[in-house]
């Protein structure tokens, strides 16, 4: 074993525990910040499609693709459920479900880790390097990241909009 493989033994956990501790700490009460929304509509959804143009003649990746999106989705609109929605003198904040956004997210770095250690341990294999869509495990995981996170921010446009009505009817 090389000194750079046993440093990337040691360094994997420690990398995974920093991601896991960060989005711990933005899965609390934030204040709602409209275009905020907006750009994690138009980042996820992208997240989403711009794969899909490559996978038009693998119905195989394309269906991965495809399934992590309705999931993502149905998790999505149950994770908005369980999101407090907060209308104060101070501003509008909302509270997402933690334990279901870390999960989803960290679904999606550890496949990404994992693609990261297989190139790593092909190199000077003759092995072609691995591309992200080529498994379809990795798409099915894009799907669901992407478009959870995309349907939680259509959500939160909605919910913002619905308050701007309110708000101008009276």
């Not at 920093?18 to 509509?41: D, E, F, N, V, W």
């Not at 269906?63 to 998790?75: E, H, N, S, T």
């Not at 798409?139 to 619905?162: I, K, M």
């Amino acid at each position: 074993m090389s000194i750079t493989t046993a440093a990337l033994i040691l360094l994997i956990p420690v990398l995974i525990w920093r991601i896991y501790q960060r989005l711990k700490s933005r899965m609390t009460r934030q204040r709602s910040i409209l275009s905020r929304h907006y750009t994690g509509l138009l980042v996820f959804a992208g997240m989403v499609l711009v794969p899909l143009v490559d996978m038009l003649d693998r119905p195989l990746s394309l269906g991965a693709l495809a399934l992590g999106a309705l999931v993502g989705i149905a998790l999505g609109n149950h994770g908005v459920r369980k999101t407090r929605f907060e209308d104060t003198p101070e501003g509008y904040y909302f509270t997402p479900p933690m334990r279901m956004g870390i999960l989803v997210a960290m679904l999606l770095v550890a496949r990404v880790i994992y693609l990261g250690i297989e190139i790593y341990m092909s190199q000077g294999s003759g092995k072609p390097i691995p591309r992200f869509s080529d498994s379809e495990i990795t798409l099915f995981c894009v799907g669901l990241t992407g478009a959870y996170f995309a349907t939680f921010s259509a959500s939160l446009v909605r919910w913002r909009q619905r308050l701007r009505k309110a708000v101008d009817n009276i």
